[in-house]
């Protein structure tokens, strides 16, 4: 069983920045399709941002140019650096683990974006 945890959400004003960490348990890591989705209340969970085994990177158009992913597999973990947040970024930001068998998911964390 994989343990999968997101921090680093919080209040932001518009046009802020947050940065979002995601540490996966296990020594498999490195092995591991890492995404970023969020749902905001009301609405579907959507795909944000994904970061392949080697550290290639896709996003949403929504927030491309503006958020980031990143891993450190030394660290077991995965980033989400997000730039001039508006506050349609605001929604509960969760991370997911694929490897070719099982998905893993966080609980997720709170990013609210408002003056």
């Known amino acids: 069983q994989v343990r999968v945890v997101e921090s680093g959400g919080g209040l932001v004003q518009p046009g802020g920045s947050l940065r979002l960490s995601c540490e996966a348990s296990g020594s498999a890591f490195s092995g591991y399709v890492m995404r970023w989705y969020r749902q905001a209340p009301g609405k579907q969970r959507e795909l944000v941002a994904t970061?392949?085994?080697?550290?290639?990177?896709n996003y949403a158009n929504s927030v491309k140019g503006r958020f980031t992913a990143s891993r450190d597999n030394d660290k077991n973990t995965v980033y989400l650096q997000m730039n001039s947040l508006k506050p349609e970024d605001t929604a509960v930001y969760y991370c997911r683990a694929d490897n070719l068998v099982w998905t893993y998911w966080g609980q997720g964390t709170q990013v609210t974006v408002s003056s």
């Open positions: 970061i392949s085994r080697d550290g290639d990177t």
